[in-house]
């Protein structure tokens, strides 16, 4: 059942403010980019290196991105990681509360608890809830993970916003739940928490959803693998270098490309088996650009072992 108008402007409208003050604190990091995460952005970014159509190689150095960095900003992530832990499960049990009700979940006397909303989400992702965001409809394994973080962190929110039972430690965030039991939270962890909630919230909100949105998100809830312990997806990264290499036609009317794959297989990191790299093909006529895509390396690799041509139908999601 697709969302309606509404549904979405009300996510929108009651996460707003989190959502705003989670990618402010996250600028600090530097560390993880709690941006869209999309085919447009993606593309935008400069390769690292590329294929040319003469079969030699050049190499890109790849771009730094400018960061707040000095002792001062590492000891103000370290005293205000407590808020962005507390702040990012603030915004999903927002978004935790949204599903439940778009999905025919009242709360019981008109109020929720979160007991209540954790028996009440574990249910509903059992029995595969009727109402799903885009970015949750071919493939409900990320909605399990939000839904287990959610369920899992529950009593480590209640000691930091109830019983302060937390402490920074060598800028690592430790905080102990009722029973003694404690986790540690490195500040990549704890950005990547971040930055599921916020990428899951801002593809629907905004409705800028595709496939690179979708990898992201799986990418930032591998590293969280340890506590909602759905097995990682292990797909390309978002951040992974981008090899370009464009092409001029072996056929017309319709058009087909060959891709240089001897070429192509010699590039770092291809050569060395590493999955960890976008592939950009560009489909030229005469030097004119005809059609473009972007091919994550853990499909392009495949393809790249057993030779291929393009267009063909596998290859149209991939279209940008």
Known sequence: ????????????????????????????????????????????????????????????????????????VEEAIRNISPLIFASTYKCLDLFIEWLLEINGQNPPGGRWTFEKKTDRIAALISQGPSSLPQIFATDTDALECLSNLYIELEDYRHSVIHRSDFEVVNGKLVISDEAGTSHTFLKEELFCFAGSVLVSIDAIVNGTYDYVTERQLKTLLDRLSDIHGVPEF??????????????????????????????????????????????????????????????????????????FTIPADEFDEYIV
């Open 234 to 307: 292990d797909l390309t990264r978002y951040d992974s270098e981008i090899i370009k290499c464009p092409m001029e036609p072996i056929q017309v009317e319709p058009f087909e490309w060959e891709p240089p794959i001897d070429d192509i297989s010699k590039v770092a990191p291809v050569k060395n088996r590493d999955e960890n790299f976008w592939l950009n093909l560009k489909g030229l006529q005469n030097g004119e650009l005809v059609t473009e895509w972007l091919i994550p390396g853990d499909a392009a690799m495949d393809y790249l072992d057993q030779g």
């Open 1 to 72: 059942m697709s969302l309606t108008t509404n549904q979405i402007q009300r996510l929108h409208k009651v996460t707003d403010y989190e959502r705003w003050s989670l990618k402010n604190l996250a600028e600090l990091s530097g560390d993880v980019d709690l941006d869209l995460y999309t085919v447009a952005k993606l593309k935008n970014k400069p390769p690292s290196r590329e294929v040319t159509l003469e079969g030699g190689r050049s190499v890109y150095l790849r771009t730094s991105t400018a960061t707040i960095g000095g002792s001062g």
